[in-house]
């Protein structure tokens, strides 16, 4: 008796040209799952797998944090509670953005295509915002130098990231490949603390392993 079936995909999924430090993890953990996922299936580009509300706790935190750290950026990295700080609040969309982000999910989780009881996020956008607030509070250096207009983030960061960083004192999104390996890696902030400089990573878990292994691969690059 055959209590689950599988079909093959429609096209199998090729090695990516770089891996990225997740998709290693992946590799390490099941080659074959990571393949099965990201393959073809009919209409789908990648298997519909159902998201876990952790990680989509995690991925509406990390994209507030994102926009809010570039925002800062633009305008010379605010102390808080200033006015250039509340403006870069306002710039990056940062509270109500919580609270839309939310409901957005809720529709894509009810219109989700895979089979299986339907769930919703338990936490409000208001709840997902203080985390935030604690999260950037911790990693935030403020420098209170001359703002500047130009964006710094994955694909339009220039080569040079050595000397914008000396020059900027904390860049966010920063995309950096190996030179002679087939590795990249988006960090979310690398910044200056004290003579050294710092890569930081926002997480909404708790610590792991994993998350070591990322920032030594993020260190390699």
Known sequence: MS?????RPTAWADPPSAWSST?????????????FLRSRWGDFERFPVRPYPAAIVG?????????????????????????????????????????????????RLMAHPRPG???????SGEELANRAVRMFR??????GEVASRTVYRATDTPADVKALLKQKRGLSEVKLTHPRLPFLGILDRVQ?????????????????????NQLLHYALL
């Open 3 to 7: 209590f689950y079936e599988l079909q």
């Open 192 to 212: 200056y603390r004290g003579e050294g400089v710092e890569i930081v990573d926002f997480k909404t878990g708790k610590p792991s392993d994993k998350h070591r």
């Open 117 to 123: 009881p339907a769930f919703r996020l338990r936490a």
């Open 23 to 35: 998709n290693l993890d992946e590799v390490d953990g099941c080659p074959r799952r990571w393949q």
């Open 59 to 107: 991925q509406i935190v990390h994209e507030a944090l994102d926009r809010l750290t570039r925002a800062c950026g633009q305008r010379g990295n605010p102390a808080f509670g200033t006015a250039e700080f509340s403006a870069a609040l306002n710039d990056a969309d940062f509270f109500p953005g919580f609270a839309r982000a939310v409901t957005e999910w809720q529709v």
């Open 138 to 143: 911790e990693q935030y250096k403020p420098y």
